[in-house]
């Protein structure tokens, strides 16, 4: 009886410590990563609903605006007029579809901060 006390009572062994202490790191990168997992997930959809919502109604003002050009030039240059805003149109998402796949390709890593934190903690340990 007297072991099993005083067992319960010593302080906990060094590898203990350092168990508990490498435990409650990984627990707080996880959390982190955690975080910015959502953090990443409400950006993600604010801009894909902003997004969705210009390109709509970018697609009605083009619409009208074909038709409005189509209509102020049936009379003298239809086909002209509608191959220049065909060309104008191919030319601008030619340059969205370049700039959204630079931007793609440019991203910053998802998990910078958490990848940085293990790298400190690596170096702690060391």
């Known amino acids: 009886?007297?072991?099993?006390?005083?067992?319960?009572?010593s302080p906990p062994g060094p590898l203990r410590r350092i168990?508990?202490?490498?435990?409650?790191?990984f627990e707080t990168r996880l959390?982190?990563?955690?975080i910015e997992l959502q953090e990443e997930?409400?950006?993600?959809?604010?801009?894909?609903?902003?997004?969705l919502a210009a390109?709509?109604?970018?697609?009605?003002?083009?619409?009208?605006?074909t038709v409005l050009i189509a209509i102020f030039f049936w009379d003298t240059y239809r086909w002209q007029s509608l191959a220049g805003i065909t060309v104008a149109y191919a030319l601008v998402a030619a340059f969205c579809g370049l700039r959204a796949r630079s931007g793609l390709r440019d991203a910053p890593n998802?998990?910078?901060?958490t990848l940085s934190e293990f790298r400190?903690?690596?170096?702690?340990f060391r």
């Open 19 to 25: 168990l508990s202490s490498a435990f409650s790191i």
């Open 31 to 34: 959390e982190l990563i955690g």
């Open 1 to 9: 009886m007297t072991t099993e006390r005083q067992s319960q009572q």
């Open 55 to 65: 390109m709509m109604l970018s697609m009605m003002a083009l619409i009208t605006l």
């Open 41 to 51: 997930k409400d950006r993600l959809i604010a801009v894909l609903f902003l997004g």
């Open 120 to 124: 400190k903690d690596r170096n702690t």
């Open 110 to 113: 998802m998990f910078d901060e």
